[in-house]
């Protein structure tokens, strides 16, 4: 699935960044999205966070202001160098979420945005498995990423995106309780915040 302009969009970064905050819109703009899973957080200057998949900073920026002990991981060197040039004030890792170089019990907050979907079933247990892992006890882990439409209008909209911009991954999402696997995994998990006409989810989950 998905079309030749996936590729454009991770190739350029004026395209992504195009399709994001037009994709943000239903939600009041980009910088309110990229805002949407920090909600009701305690950060403080000295919290050690962790944004998961950070691409080119997309998020990172928002969390550099309210705290000085950012990570930002992601698997792409080319998002990384994006990141070090977009917000120099956070710390980055290149590697894999599902193989995180990190001690246990060592952030307390963990952070991925529009991530999830990216990964086959297998990915996203290990990842769930790594974030609780890495988080310090009572540690929080939020999240927001894609999920099935309750407003039945919403469908077509969402059917063509995913069609044109994501792969088979996206629409398993759909299809997965994230709520539950996290519970599953051992969170106490917070009940899902819909958007957008409940295509987007909210989840935040403590250790």
Avoid at 44 to 64: A, E, K, N, R
Avoid at 86 to 109: G, I, K
Avoid at 147 to 174: C, R, V
């Amino acid at each position: 699935m998905a079309t030749i302009l996936r590729d454009w969009s991770y190739r350029y970064q004026w395209l992504y960044d195009s399709i994001s905050r037009l994709a943000a819109l239903s939600v009041g703009g980009e910088a309110r999205f990229r805002q949407l899973a920090l909600q009701a957080l305690t950060i403080h200057s000295d919290t050690q966070v962790l944004d998961l998949c950070c691409g080119s900073g997309q998020t990172t920026q928002f969390l550099v202001k309210i705290s000085q002990n950012v990570t930002g991981l992601d698997a792409s060197p080319k998002s990384l160098q994006r990141a070090r040039l977009n917000v120099p004030e956070a710390s980055y890792v290149e590697a894999f979420a599902e193989e995180m170089p990190f001690t246990d019990n060592l952030f307390d907050v963990v952070h991925i945005s529009v991530a999830l979907h990216e990964m086959q079933p297998q990915q996203l247990r290990k990842i769930i498995d790594e974030v609780y892992r890495v988080l310090k006890p009572g540690g929080i882990f939020t999240l927001v990423d894609f999920h099935a439409p309750t407003n039945p209008i919403l469908w077509p909209g969402i059917s063509l995106f995913l069609l044109l911009f994501e792969t088979e991954t996206a629409w398993q999402l759909l299809k997965t309780d994230l709520a539950g696997l996290l519970t599953e995994t051992g969170f106490d998990v917070s009940k899902p915040i819909l958007y957008a006409g409940g295509s987007l989810q909210v989840i935040q989950a403590k250790k």
